[in-house]
């Protein structure tokens, strides 16, 4: 066991184990001030309400952005420039926000990415930070997808318009300032899902392989009785009821959810590109995440995994005020970096 402040990764050959011996940790301070935030707001339970409703429910961006303000401290963190355009999805086309490095580049690695909610809630802003940060750490330029949502769009929708946005993007990277050979996916929570998800169908529709995934506490699979499922059954930002609610409203049926394209935990995973997997230890996903990491291995794929400790769901975002958020995106923009060039992640 390989142990930091505030990180374990955990590697016997090919193999990533989860820990059992230890109860999940309590947030750290850092963690703690971003969550008090988010509770002075004051706002119901997503699970008890209506998707329209929670969409505009207050947000773990939205309590950094609080206490940076607190803080006098800018909210937003720069980049070369920001722009928005639509491209093809699988039923129409969809907008996307691209986060340009700074510099006067004209072949940058790029990074399509998807962002966390569920498949039902949250959207470009939401996860503007995570975008910003990996477009600086990484030196390459984000594609952030807004996807087709659920319960209005069930699935496959999402899952299709993330394929179809990557492929568009490997195919036409140039008329981005992109390098259409140096093309990675990634995201957070379910967007970790849909990442994961385009590597799959690409692999199998014979399409355009990304060349790194990087999967932010992803979900994996349609299942509630892990053992993070059970220390973290009422945590926040993220429980057990919350994941419940997110499936009910994703899913046509049960039997969606058995399907690799709804829970690539169940998939055969050969023949994937390098990913690195971060994990949170006050997090119901966080067995899932890891389990994910360790078939990966055993399939043959190289891994980097880490699970960070006195953290919770959604803390890849925060790093402007916790500095576990902010080395979770180093080591993330390190994956990327090296998934650019074909080197192992390391």
Same mark, same amino acid.
């Given at each position: 066991?390989? $142990? %930091?402040? %505030?990180? $374990?990764?955990?590697?016997?050959?090919?193999?990533?184990?989860?820990?059992?011996?230890?109860?999940?940790?309590?947030?750290?301070?850092?963690?703690?001030?971003?969550?008090?935030?988010? $509770?002075?707001?004051?706002?119901?339970?997503?699970?008890? +309400?209506?998707?329209?409703?929670?969409?505009?429910?207050?947000?773990?961006?939205?309590?950094?952005?609080?206490?940076?303000?607190?803080?006098?401290?800018?909210?937003?963190?720069?980049?070369?420039?920001?722009?928005?355009?639509?491209?093809?999805?699988?039923?129409?086309?969809?907008?996307?926000?691209?986060?340009?490095? *700074? %510099?006067?580049?004209?072949?940058?690695?790029?990074?399509?990415?998807?962002?966390?909610?569920?498949?039902?809630?949250?959207?470009?802003?939401?996860?503007?930070?995570?975008?910003?940060?990996?477009?600086?750490?990484?030196?390459?330029?984000?594609?952030?997808?807004?996807?087709? +949502?659920?319960? #209005?769009?069930?699935?496959?929708?999402?899952? #299709?318009?993330?394929?179809?946005?990557?492929?568009?993007?490997?195919?036409?990277?140039?008329?981005?300032?992109?390098?259409?050979?140096?093309?990675?996916?990634?995201?957070?929570?379910?967007?970790?899902?849909?990442?994961?998800? $385009?590597?799959?169908?690409?692999?199998?529709?014979?399409?355009?392989?990304?060349?790194? /995934?990087?999967?932010?506490?992803?979900?994996?699979?349609?299942?509630?009785?892990? /053992?993070?499922?059970?220390?973290?059954?009422?945590?926040?930002?993220?429980?057990?009821?919350?994941?419940?609610?997110?499936?009910?409203?994703?899913?046509?049926?049960?039997?969606?959810?058995?399907?690799?394209?709804?829970?690539?935990?169940?998939?055969?995973?050969?023949?994937?590109?390098?990913?690195?997997?971060?994990?949170?230890?006050?997090?119901?996903?966080?067995? #899932?995440? +890891?389990?994910?990491? +360790? *078939?990966?291995?055993?399939?043959?794929?190289?891994?980097?995994?880490?699970?960070?400790?006195?953290?919770?769901? #959604?803390?890849?975002?925060?790093?402007?005020?916790?500095?576990?958020?902010?080395?979770?995106?180093?080591?993330?923009?390190? %994956?990327?970096?090296?998934?650019?060039?074909?080197?192992?992640?390391?």
């Amino acid at each position: 066991m390989l $142990t %930091g402040a %505030g990180v $374990t990764t955990i590697a016997l050959g090919n193999s990533f184990l989860t820990p059992t011996a230890e109860a999940a940790s309590a947030p750290d301070a850092q963690m703690k001030a971003v969550l008090d935030e988010l $509770t002075s707001f004051g706002a119901p339970p997503i699970e008890k +309400q209506t998707p329209f409703n929670a969409r505009n429910n207050p947000t773990i961006a939205n309590a950094v952005m609080g206490v940076l303000s607190k803080r006098g401290r800018p909210t937003v963190e720069a980049v070369g420039a920001v722009s928005h355009r639509l491209i093809p999805g699988a039923a129409g086309d969809l907008l996307v926000r691209i986060y340009q490095p *700074k %510099g006067n580049g004209s072949s940058f690695p790029v990074l399509v990415y998807f962002h966390g909610g569920g498949w039902v809630i949250a959207n470009l802003d939401t996860y503007d930070a995570s975008c910003r940060a990996l477009t600086n750490a990484a030196n390459c330029i984000v594609v952030s997808v807004a996807y087709r +949502q659920a319960p #209005e769009a069930k699935f496959p929708a999402a899952a #299709e318009d993330a394929y179809a946005a990557t492929q568009w993007v490997m195919t036409n990277a140039a008329q981005i300032k992109g390098n259409p050979n140096q093309v990675a996916v990634g995201g957070e929570s379910a967007g970790g899902n849909l990442a994961a998800v $385009t590597c799959l169908m690409a692999r199998d529709r014979k399409g355009k392989l990304p060349v790194h /995934q990087m999967l932010i506490y992803p979900v994996t699979n349609y299942a509630f009785d892990t /053992q993070s499922y059970q220390e973290n059954a009422n945590a926040k930002p993220l429980n057990r009821a919350m994941m419940q609610w997110f499936w009910s409203h994703y899913l046509r049926n049960e039997a969606d959810g058995q399907t690799p394209y709804a829970s690539p935990l169940r998939g055969n995973l050969s023949g994937l590109p390098t990913a690195t997997v971060i994990t949170a230890d006050i997090d119901p996903l966080r067995s #899932e995440g +890891q389990a994910y990491a +360790q *078939k990966l291995r055993e399939a043959g794929v190289n891994v980097k995994a880490t699970n960070y400790t006195g953290v919770t769901h #959604e803390f890849f975002g925060t790093g402007a005020v916790v500095d576990k958020g902010k080395k979770a995106v180093s080591e993330a923009a390190a %994956g990327l970096r090296a998934g650019f060039v074909g080197r192992t992640v390391r």
